[in-house]
């Protein structure tokens, strides 16, 4: 077991709040993905992360950011939240050279 | 831009059904498939992983074969049972380059009724 987490595992937050989502991870693992997932879009990648203080964009960036300031510890954040950004958030990690292991997911409502 | 397609989108069968799932991708220049399983409010759980030279993997009753010249990868999954009714989706990794980034297809939704 990879051993990643992630917190919180719901939120309800109001439309222009600032909101920061937490991956950790237990196993030094050099890559880590934040996706969002949405019905009618499938999986799509917000940020990813190559290292520590190493990060880029993904297809879907705008209106997030990301900091890696530890290896075991990946940070999303919205910086005012809007209803559109409402999805159910996964954070990612790379096993090996071929294959990703997915956290449990976070429910972020934003009214 | 590598775009997957997952066919069809939802599949209902009753419990003892071979059946058979449909990915294809725009871009044959591709590193490796992965099929994926994921459980309503749950995360993904890898299931097999085909890489570029390879024509099939197995595990159980589940089968998966990549032909990459025509973009097809299919999942195939014999005497299906109730506990296999999730949302199964396929994810392509490019060729080139050092970043692993997958591109995911949106998934078929299966339901296996008793």
């Known amino acids: 077991d990879a051993g990643i987490t992630q917190s919180p595992r719901h939120k309800v937050t109001e439309t222009g709040t600032p909101v920061t989502l937490r991956c950790h991870q237990t196993?030094?693992?050099?890559?880590m993905y934040w996706y969002r997932q949405d019905p009618g879009h499938g999986l799509r990648l917000i940020h990813y992360?190559?290292?520590?203080?190493?990060?880029d964009k993904g297809e879907v960036s705008d209106g997030y950011s990301v900091s890696r300031s530890k290896t075991e510890d990946f940070l999303l954040t919205l910086e005012s939240a809007t209803s559109s950004q409402t999805s159910v958030y996964f954070c990612a990690i790379k096993l090996g050279t071929d294959t990703q292991y997915f956290g449990p997911g976070t429910r972020l409502t934003v009214l | 831009k590598q775009e997957v397609t997952q066919i069809p989108a939802a599949l209902s069968v009753p419990e003892g059904e071979n059946l058979v799932l449909n990915c294809s991708f725009t871009?044959?220049?591709?590193?490796?498939l992965q099929w994926f399983r994921q459980d309503p409010g749950k995360g993904l759980t890898s299931l097999l992983l085909i890489q570029s030279s390879q024509r099939e993997q197995t595990s159980g009753r589940l089968n998966a074969s990549l032909d990459k010249s025509s973009g097809r990868s299919t999942l195939y999954i014999a005497a299906s049972q109730p506990g296999d009714s999730a949302t199964y989706l396929c994810?392509?990794?490019?060729?080139?380059?050092?970043?692993?980034?997958?591109?995911f297809g949106r998934g078929t939704s299966l339901i296996v009724h008793p």
């Open positions: 994810a392509v990794q490019h060729a080139s380059g050092g970043s692993y980034i997958p591109t």
């Open positions: 871009d044959s220049a591709i590193y490796n």
């Open positions: 992360s190559y290292g520590v203080k190493d990060t």
């Open positions: 196993e030094n693992h050099r890559y």
